[in-house]
């Protein structure tokens, strides 16, 4: 039977994800031979589980009957897919990660292939299943927006690669070859996952990394041979939308109208401001703090953000050159302006701002013009501290008022965070969008 003979899209892809994680095949040599395709083996270097979960977003104003979302638990509002970080975790604690997804996904990163020093990156999708939603079986796949992969058995695009069924697991392996700030996200059913929370950052780190002869710090975001792309501190910033009666739909077992789409709440790392500004939870991917059952533990003072650890905080010191990685895996374009300071567009879409030639084509600007699935990368230097607090302050923000607002009264509360500049003292980051405090 295909998908016109009576099966819907979703059973389609569930059919075809189990075939292809049990007998998928890979043609080779002289002649079509179907021989077994073999997941990477060895230790994986990251682990992620899908799964659901619940996230917080302001109760107010409120959007009946769809938010606060009534099934939600005390202090969350938002339902939501996504992944969580399982590494290191036992199968037991693996387990217990069932319905507490994290929005934004894990935020991680890989160094460039070195082919004299050649190391795959291997990253471990465990399909935990959905606990708010039993009748689904959704699959579930990686796929790196803009990586170009060595072969498409890696992809994770379904219909070309592997899908990971309920209660399975499945590693990827990848060979990063070219530096810069890409996304991620679950292209099963992809709409409606991506839209859901199934979206993360991960970036590429240069192999000019280290070499301090051409910034002082030896950190790069590409490998541009004169330090133009050097800085000392760096930050993540990924926007993403809430249509708060597709999250409401697909806990209450409802099917949404995709084409009557409106965002009603535009996101900063899975935060709205002032949320925005608050603590960090663990995201160090490569080091991850979880309690005795391996669930996150919330930021300091913010229990409603346990699953939100993401902040979008810059804290820098005065002179300091700062990296900023902007990516959209929302569905519209977003206009991100840095108020009062210049921004130096060195690298778009996982490309240096460079001509074949060499041609330098980066260029300044307080506002930049992200569309879906666009990233980019900028970098500014912080000022000299001229006021009388212990730090100056600096909003970076969406320009549209109602992805800046959220349609709440008196102010902010949507696309926006601060730059904060200290005079000194700020100590050096342990990971991107570590505080240094």
Known sequence: MTASEGLSRRQFLQVAGGMAAVAGVAWTGRVLMPEPAMAAGGAAD????GT???????????????????????????????????????????????????HSAPLFWVKQYDP???????????????????????????????????????????????????????????????PGTYMYHCHVEDVEHVHMGMTGLVFVRPLQDGNTSLFPSGKYMYND?????GFDREFAMFLSEVWAESHWADAHIQLPEWSDYRADFALLNGRVYPDT?????????????????????????????????????????????IALRFANLGFREQAMTLSGLRMRVVGRDATPMRGRDGTDTSYETDTLNIGPGESYDVVFTAPAKQGVGAFDTYMLYNR??????????????????????????????????????
Not at 46 to 49: H, R, T
Not at 288 to 301: F, K, M
Not at 403 to 410: D, L, V
Request: hydrophobic fraction near 35%; charged fraction near 15%.
């Open 225 to 229: 041979g004169d330090g133009s792309t």
């Open 52 to 102: 659901d979960g619940w996230i917080y977003l302001p109760p107010t104003p409120a959007i009946p009957p769809f938010h606060p979302d009534s099934y939600a638990p005390a202090p969350f509002t938002t339902y939501a897919f996504g992944f969580r970080n399982v590494t290191g975790l036992t199968p037991t604690q693996r387990a217990n990660q069932k319905n507490k997804a994290q």
């Open 116 to 178: 004299a020093h050649p190391v795959d990156f291997l990253v471990q999708l465990v399909n935990l299943g959905l606990a708010q939603r039993p009748d689904l079986f959704d699959a579930h796949t990686l796929h790196w927006h803009g990586f170009r992969n060595v072969i498409p058995f890696f992809d994770g695009e379904p219909t070309g690669s592997v899908s990971v069924p309920m209660g399975r697991e499945f590693t990827y392996a990848y060979r990063p070859r070219h």
């Open 400 to 437: 549209a008022y109602s992805r800046s607002g959220n349609r709440a009264p008196g102010g902010f509360g949507g696309q926006a965070t601060e730059v904060r500049v200290y005079a000194g003292g700020v100590a050096p980051q342990a990971y991107p969008n570590d505080w240094g405090v």
């Open 277 to 321: 500004v608050a603590p960090n939870g663990s995201i160090d991917p490569f080091h991850p703090v979880s309690d005795a059952t391996g669930d996150l533990i919330a930021p300091a003072g913010f229990p409603n953000l346990k699953y939100q650890p993401h902040s979008s905080l810059v804290n820098c010191n005065a002179g300091e050159r």
């Open 46 to 49: 990251l682990a992620l589980g």
